[in-house]
C-alpha cells in the first residue's frame, strides 16, 4: 500500500469525471486517484437550475445517441441511468430561422425543399454542387469552404447560423477540419459533399439493446436535466473529488509532477481550458504557454424564461438567427415543446435565449440586466410573448465555448508535447460537446499505460 501510481485529473468537468470513472473502471485499486477542481461544484459548464416547479439548464440541453454518442450511452448503462433518460418529443425535429423579418420553417425532406421559400433559390447552388472541384488547401474556414461548394447565400442562411448554434462563433475565423471533420472527409473522399451522402450508409443501431434504442431518437437528456449525468459520477468518484482546489504550480521532473508543491503524481491529465492551464506550464515552455493561450473561447449568456400558462403557438427545438439580421440573440431553445416530460405541469412554458458569442465583439459591456432586457424584447417581437415570464434566471458565461481557428490540430499536437508526464484533453482541444467530453476521456483511459 502506499505504492500505487498517483493519477491526477485536473478539472472535474464532463470531461474530467467521465475520465476518472474510466481510469477507476481500468484500474481499481491498483491506482491512486485524485481529482482537483477549483470550484465548489462538480460538472463545469453541466448545470441544471431547479426553482419554483421549473427545470433549466444553463449549459449544455442535451445530446446527440449518433456518432461519439455511442460512449455516452456506454456511461448511462454503466451508472444504471438508463431509466432516467428523457428522449426529445418529435416535435423538436422542427427548427426554425428567425431571416427575413420573420420565423420560417427549415425544410426536413426533398419536397419541403423545393417548396420552401427559404431554400427554392438555393436549388441550383446545392445541384452544382455535386461537380464543383475538389479544395485545393489543406486549410480552410467555414465560411470560404461553404462558399465554394455551394455559394455566399447560402452560407450566409444556413451554416453562420449553425456555427453560432453550436460554437457561438464567426464562420470566418473557424476551421472546417475542426469544427465539421465530417464535411472535410466528405470532400476528400468523393469530391462532393452530397455525394458522399448519398454514398454514405446509414450507420445501423449496434451495441446493447437500450443503445440500438436510443440511435433512432435524434436527441435526449435526462427528466431532472443534464446535471444527473454529472451527480451520478461525482457520486461514483466521490472518495477522490476535492473540490475548491485551484491549481496554481506545476512543477515538471523526469519521473513525476509536482502540484502546488504539495501533491506529487506519476501522470496529470488535464481537463482545464487552455486560458486556464496556459499559466500552469509558463515556467516550463513559455511558447507552449503562448500557443494555449491563442485558442479564443466566446462568452455567452443564457437567459431561461418560464411561464406557467402555454405562450408558444408553434412546436418545434427553437430558432438561429444569422448574423446578417442584426438581432442582438443568436437564438431560442424552446425547451418545454423538445423535453415535455421536464415540465411540471402540460401548460408550462420554457425558454432558453442565448446571447453574446463572437459576433459580440464588446461581450463584457453588458451587465446580466442588459441581456434580460434583449432577450424580453426580442422574443416578444419574434414570438409575439408580450407576457412578463413568471421566472426569469440569468447565466453569463465567460469563454464558455472554445473556438477552433485555422491550424488547430497543429497547436494541440505542439501543446500535447509538454510533458512525457502530462497529458491534456477537454474541450478546449478536440470537440466541444458533451459527447465529445466524454468519448476522449473514454478514449485516454484506453490508451493510458503505467
Known amino acids: 500500500m502506499g505504492t500505487e501510481p498517483h493519477i491526477v485529473i485536473l478539472g472535474a468537468g464532463i470531461s474530467g469525471l467521465a475520465l476518472g470513472w474510466?481510469?477507476?473502471?481500468?484500474?481499481?485499486?491498483?491506482?491512486?486517484?485524485?481529482?482537483l477542481e477549483k470550484a465548489p461544484r462538480v460538472g463545469g459548464w453541466i448545470e441544471t437550475n431547479q426553482q419554483q416547479g421549473f427545470l433549466f439548464e444553463q449549459g449544455p440541453h442535451s445530446c446527440r445517441p449518433s456518432g461519439n454518442g455511442i460512449a455516452t450511452l456506454q456511461l448511462i448503462e454503466d451508472l444504471h441511468l438508463e431509466n432516467e433518460v428523457h428522449v426529445g418529443d418529435p416535435a423538436a425535429n422542427k427548427r426554425y430561422l428567425w431571416t427575413q423579418n420573420k420565423l420560417q420553417e427549415l425544410?426536413?425532406?426533398?419536397?419541403?425543399?423545393?417548396?420552401?421559400?427559404?431554400?427554392?433559390?438555393?436549388?441550383?447552388?446545392?445541384?452544382?454542387?455535386?461537380?464543383?472541384?475538389?479544395?485545393?488547401?489543406?486549410?480552410?474556414?467555414?465560411?470560404?469552404?461553404?462558399?465554394?461548394?455551394?455559394?455566399?447565400?447560402?452560407?450566409?442562411?444556413?451554416?453562420?447560423p449553425l456555427i453560432s448554434g453550436i460554437y457561438a462563433g464567426n464562420i470566418q475565423n473557424l476551421s472546417l477540419s475542426a469544427c465539421f471533420p465530417y464535411f472535410h472527409a466528405?470532400?476528400?473522399?468523393?469530391?462532393?459533399?452530397?455525394?458522399?451522402?448519398?454514398?454514405?450508409?446509414k450507420a445501423q443501431p449496434s451495441g446493447s439493446v437500450f443503445q440500438q434504442q436510443m440511435q433512432k431518437t435524434p436527441l435526449f437528456s435526462f427528466k431532472q436535466g443534464m446535471e444527473t449525468l454529472v451527480k451520478s459520477l461525482a457520486t461514483k468518484l466521490k472518495e477522490h473529488i476535492s473540490l475548491n482546489y485551484p491549481v496554481k504550480?506545476?512543477?515538471?521532473?523526469?519521473?513525476?509532477?509536482?502540484?502546488?508543491?504539495?501533491?506529487?503524481?506519476?501522470?496529470?491529465?488535464?481537463?482545464?481550458?487552455?486560458?486556464?492551464?496556459?499559466?500552469?506550464?509558463?515556467?516550463?515552455?513559455?511558447?507552449?504557454?503562448?500557443?494555449?493561450?491563442?485558442?479564443?473561447?466566446?462568452?455567452?449568456?443564457?437567459?431561461?424564461?418560464?411561464?406557467?400558462?402555454?405562450?408558444l403557438?408553434?412546436?418545434?427545438?427553437?430558432y438561429l438567427v444569422p448574423a446578417r439580421e442584426k438581432e442582438p440573440i443568436l437564438g431560442v431553445i424552446w425547451d418545454?415543446?423538445?423535453?415535455?416530460?421536464?415540465?411540471?405541469?402540460?401548460?408550462?412554458?420554457?425558454?432558453?435565449?442565448?446571447l453574446g458569442g463572437a459576433r459580440c465583439s464588446n461581450f463584457s459591456a453588458f451587465t446580466a440586466e442588459d441581456f434580460t432586457k434583449n432577450?424580453?424584447?426580442?422574443?416578444?417581437?419574434?414570438?409575439?410573448?408580450?407576457?412578463?415570464?413568471?421566472?426569469?434566471?440569468?447565466?453569463?458565461?465567460?469563454?464558455?465555448?472554445?473556438?477552433y481557428t485555422l491550424n488547430h490540430f497543429k497547436r494541440v499536437e505542439a501543446i500535447q508535447a509538454v510533458h512525457s508526464r502530462l497529458k491534456i484533453i477537454g474541450s478546449s482541444f478536440y470537440g466541444i460537446s458533451v459527447n465529445d467530453c466524454?468519448?476522449?476521456?473514454?478514449?485516454?483511459?484506453?490508451?493510458?499505460?503505467?
Open 107 to 160: 425544410p426536413s425532406n426533398a419536397f419541403s425543399f423545393l417548396t420552401s421559400p427559404l431554400t427554392r433559390k438555393m436549388f441550383w447552388p446545392v445541384l452544382r454542387e455535386l461537380w464543383q472541384p475538389k479544395g485545393s488547401h489543406p486549410e480552410e474556414t467555414v465560411e470560404a469552404f461553404f462558399t465554394r461548394r455551394f455559394n455566399s447565400a447560402f452560407t450566409e442562411t444556413f451554416i453562420d
Open 313 to 318: 403557438n408553434k412546436k418545434g427545438f427553437g
Open 375 to 403: 432577450a424580453l424584447e426580442t422574443v416578444k417581437r419574434h414570438l409575439d410573448i408580450a407576457i412578463p415570464p413568471d421566472i426569469i434566471i440569468s447565466k453569463i458565461i465567460t469563454n464558455a465555448i472554445p473556438q
Open 438 to 450: 466524454i468519448s476522449q476521456a473514454f478514449k485516454t483511459a484506453a490508451e493510458l499505460s503505467l
Open 186 to 201: 466528405l470532400e476528400k473522399e468523393h469530391g462532393s459533399l452530397l455525394k458522399g451522402m448519398f454514398a454514405s450508409k
Open 22 to 35: 474510466a481510469l477507476k473502471k481500468k484500474y481499481g485499486t491498483s491506482i491512486k486517484l485524485t481529482l
Open 336 to 354: 418545454s415543446c423538445v423535453f415535455p416530460k421536464q415540465n411540471a405541469h402540460p401548460e408550462q412554458t420554457r425558454l432558453c435565449v442565448k
Open 249 to 311: 504550480t506545476l512543477e515538471f521532473q523526469a519521473t513525476e509532477v509536482r502540484i502546488n508543491q504539495e501533491i506529487v503524481a506519476q501522470t496529470v491529465i488535464s481537463t482545464l481550458p487552455a486560458y486556464a492551464l496556459a499559466p500552469l506550464i509558463a515556467n516550463h515552455s513559455q511558447k507552449l504557454c503562448e500557443t494555449l493561450q491563442s485558442i479564443p473561447h466566446a462568452s455567452v449568456a443564457a437567459i431561461n424564461l418560464g411561464w406557467n400558462q402555454k405562450i
